[in-house]
């Protein structure tokens, strides 16, 4: 029997037409093609540890596997703001770590961060509705802004890819009734830190503004506060706590208290413990907010997976501070020695258009390749190139960008979350790709342009 012609086209949302593949798992995806075809490729293009999850992690899971109560607690539902245990141990985290005191009421445990931004915009967002980000800056904040009706607005950085008070007072002119301000500090993808008294300096500028909107009866300007890289800070005048192996970066209630009551804190075991596959997040904040956000989660997904709730309990309790503590210092060591090779082998190396103005956290290095990028049409196609024709996987900066044609320079994202080894091979490829875009002599004139 002839199989009937089934026309199967689906209405899709605007919504949904609107949502782009995430750049990032784009190109982890292209990655793994080549690599099911045989071919080779370095990847320089996830954000993903470079350490899988500490041993004190896997062990003392791998010890309450073996416990019958544990399987039956699996086995149910978690509530829906998570485990009473993890919720505990987030909150001890905060006092410890940060100087910051949360009621449980204030936190909510998620499916990873991604889960606690979507669950901000989703409970706060209605048409049209603003939300001010650095430019560049991670590629899922404006397309979940979008997703949830709201509208991203870009703000240009400073050379060190940060925005400053006045660019803040200025945007803020411009867009006056915009309700969020995302700050993520580290960042990805440009790894930028800001210190204590930057901001203090924005906390001024959002503390005035919110003064006046309380007096126009305006709607207050959040900050969501992304501190998931936090424990990745490679200098010691941008850390809470110099010396200690637990230092992180401030962010903006740590150095201006005020901006308690307007900030939501976004956070994760994704980057600080390797354990981006677990898919445990949380967010600390207002406890109307938080609620709302509950609710939300509780229509959308539930409660996070029970057996990475606990694994993301034992990364955080308390007793294991000086195995945790291990951890970090360790891991921070290893990143400045990769950062610190990637500046070598990128401005050392003669007779190239490429650039790299190394940052204080995170693993990313924005490279500059704006010769290369200018000569082949623009960074989507030299990181399709590098790929394709090196095996090479790395971000294209426009990806980070709202409005890309607005960027002067233009940036390859490379992530130096690997080995040294990598590093070393995949640089000598990046290289030998410039050399055939830009034969020597083109290099020398687009140097001096
Ligand atoms: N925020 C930033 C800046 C990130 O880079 C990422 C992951 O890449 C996340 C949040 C989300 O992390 P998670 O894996 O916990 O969803």
Known sequence: MLQEAIDYTIQLSKKIIGLRESPTFAVVKAASNRKKAGLPVIAFSVGQPAEPTPEYVREQL?????????????SVYTPVDGLPELKDAISKKFADENGLEYTDKQILVTAGGKQAIANAFAATLNNDDEVLMSEPSWVSYPDIVKFHGGIPVGMRTNDEFKITPNTLKLTLSLHQNAKWLVLNSPSNPTSAVYSKEELAGLAQVILEENAQRKKDKRPLLMVMSDDIYEHMVYDEKLVNKPGDPAAISHNIIMAEPKMKPYTLIVNGVAKAFGMTGYRIGYAAGPEMLIKKMENYQGMETSGASAISQMASAIALAPENKKARDTHFATQRAAYITRRNLVEKLINEAPNTTMSF??????????????????????????????????????????DFYIESDKQNKKYLRLSYATSEKKLEEGIKLMQELEREILPDGQRKVAERG
């Not at 791998?62 to 699996?74: G, N, V």
């Open 62 to 74: 791998q010890a309450m596997l073996s416990d019958k109560d544990a399987w039956a607690k699996m």
């Open 357 to 398: 103005n190394p940052m204080a956290g995170a693993f990313y290095a924005m490279i500059d390749v704006t010769a290369l990028a200018d000569k082949v049409g623009g960074t989507k196609i030299l990181a399709e190139k590098m790929i394709n024709e090196k095996g090479v996987a790395l971000v294209a900066g426009d």
